[in-house]
């Protein structure tokens, strides 16, 4: 068996108004304590994964790169104590600009990190300080500049777009600046406002100026016909990048393919089941430090063993949100049923609508479907 690993770090030096995720701004104090129970928890589930091979790792956050050059070495050389690494594992780890330097870059070379993900989101200074950055655009160039410069070739800008104030000219001299500096993946994502957070609280009050909808619309036209201009290809929903460049770690998630998620709020799934741990952190830290990791009674919050419908329903959906779409002999291997038969009434619907398009071996979103992707993913759900 193949599997991926996700490593959450649920630190940042300060929260984006924007973010939902479980991170925190702590003492640094806590880092090291965290990580010793990180890898405890990772020498604990190898036992169950001994006969996988790794071959992606993505250490996200959080802020990863906030971590000292130790704390970092230690995760990684847990995990190539512990498991199987492909002599082709991708290794991937998230930084913010101003959270790394050349001598830590150089460290993540050495241990073997070969992909970094740049959470820079525009490169339009004066919108930073609104969505709560701490760099500025002359750090995330200069960010990208020193990873290039410690050997790194496969590196990831993410950007977003619908920010507040923002423009179609903004977007659009982000990519350009991002492509003119030889990175060979983009995520763009649009601005979701997430229940609990700041900008949540700012759009309540009618404090956020975010962008008319047209001007919105705007700019996801932009990037999705930009972009593959350029040779980014959209290979799914939100990412681009040239043939060969793809994160092959997300690849696993919407591939119904298995993975291991270690750390705080991590999701893991096999063996036909979804896990969740606990997104308490003194839970999680207390755990592993009074049981050293022995036990397989880990901290977990949420266990769903999917039943066959769901099963079927989310290969279809996490499927469809790449350019190929639903392999069909694929699923009616894995499920010994034909798709067809299964969603019929489902894909004459889309396809009237003008959201699917079916070739002899596929399934897929037309350019519309990717746009109202959440119309057709619910589509395929079974009924409650």
């Known amino acids: 068996m193949k599997l991926g690993i996700y490593v959450h770090i649920p630190f940042c030096r300060q929260k984006c108004l924007y973010c939902d995720f479980p991170s925190f701004t702590t003492d640094s104090q806590l880092y090291s304590t965290y990580i010793t129970a990180l890898c405890r928890e990772a020498t604990g589930r190898s036992g169950i994964f001994s006969h996988a091979v790794v071959d992606t790792v ?14 970092l070495n230690q995760i990684l050389s847990c995990l190539r104590e512990n498991y199987r690494l492909s002599d082709e594992v991708e290794i991937t780890i998230e930084a913010n600009p101003g959270t790394v330097d050349r001598a830590k870059l150089q460290t993540l070379q050495a241990q073997g990190v070969n992909r970094i993900s ?12 609104q969505i709560g950055r701490i760099h500025s655009a002359a750090e995330a160039a200069r960010a990208v500049e020193l990873a290039q410069a410690a050997g ?16 179609v000219q903004d977007l659009q001299e982000s990519i350009d600046r991002a492509i003119g500096m030889g990175v060979r993946h983009l995520s763009v994502y649009g601005l979701k406002i997430e229940e609990g957070t700041p ?20 700019m996801y036209e932009l990037a999705v016909h930009y972009l593959p201009a350029r040779g980014f290809r959209r290979y799914e929903i939100s990412n681009y990048a040239p043939a060969g460049w793809e994160c ?16 705080l709020a991590a999701h ?29 009674e880990f901290p977990v919050a949420v266990v ?3 039943d066959r419908e769901t099963a079927m329903a989310e290969f279809t959906f996490l499927a469809l949100r790449t350019s190929n779409g639903v392999h069909i002999p694929e699923f009616n291997t894995c499920f010994a049923a034909d798709f067809f038969s ?3 009434k489902v894909i004459t619907a889309l396809r009237r609508q003008k959201l699917l398009e079916v070739t002899e071996k596929n399934v897929r979103l037309t350019e519309l479907g990717m746009k109202y992707g959440n119309v057709v993913f619910g589509a395929f759900l079974p009924d409650t």
């Not at 790194?152 to 423009?167: C, H, K």
């Not at 997300?250 to 750390?263: A, I, R, S, T, V």
């Not at 063996?271 to 022995?294: K, M, P, W």
């Open 58 to 71: 993505f250490i996200g956050g959080g802020t990863p790169t906030l971590l000292s050059q130790d704390l």
């Open 118 to 129: 740049f959470g820079v989101q525009t490169f339009a200074e004066r919108l930073l300080p």
């Open 152 to 167: 790194f070739d496969n590196i990831n800008v993410d950007l977003m777009y619908g920010l507040p104030e923002q423009t």
């Open 199 to 218: 900008f949540a609280s700012l759009h309540e009050q009618g404090r956020l100026a975010l962008p008319e909808e047209e001007i919105e619309e705007a």
């Open 248 to 263: 092959r770690h997300n690849l696993k998630y919407w591939h119904y393919q298995p993975y291991l998620g270690l750390g």
């Open 268 to 296: 893991s799934f096999f063996d036909g089941q979804r896990l969740a741990n606990t997104v308490d952190l003194q839970r999680y830290i207390d755990f592993f430090s009074s049981t050293g990791g022995e036990k397989q």
């Open 304 to 306: 769903e063993k999917l």
């Open 342 to 344: 299964q969603y019929n």
